[in-house]
């Protein structure tokens, strides 16, 4: 069984910072692509910045400069550093996973998404 669990939201002023974690677990045998979305309410869920096993990574737009991905592959882990943060920064945000697991019969690859983490900013 695979969890990929996030930890280190919370509440910060406007220009403050925050650091996310996620960290997969289980019966790994490799993990792709990593990535963080974020939810505010009323709105759908939306890309923030993806990361690849080679460390390729990728922003949106409304992040680029402020965040920034990283991942410990021997830790299965990836972390989103996200400074000056703005109050339109508040959601949820989910850490999601493609990650290649054990199983019984061989090998599966499958997508794993956390239970998502709340980030609010505001004075």
């Known amino acids: 069984q695979v969890q990929v669990v996030e930890s280190g939201g919370g509440s910060v002023q406007p220009g403050g910072s925050l650091r996310l974690s996620c960290a997969a677990s289980g019966s790994i045998f490799s993990i792709n692509a990593m990535g963080w979305f974020r939810q505010a309410p009323g709105k759908q869920r939306e890309l923030v910045a993806t990361?690849?096993?080679?460390?390729?990574?990728e922003y949106a737009d409304s992040v680029k400069g402020r965040f920034t991905i990283s991942r410990d592959n021997a830790k299965n882990t990836t972390y989103l550093q996200m400074n000056s943060l703005k109050p339109e920064d508040t959601a949820v945000y989910y850490c999601?996973?493609?990650?290649?697991?054990?199983?019984?019969?061989?090998?599966?690859?499958?997508?794993?998404w956390g239970q998502g983490t709340q980030v609010t900013v505001s004075s």
């Open positions: 999601n996973a493609e990650i290649i697991s054990r199983e019984h019969n061989g090998l599966l690859l499958d997508d794993y």
């Open positions: 990361i690849t096993k080679a460390d390729t990574t």
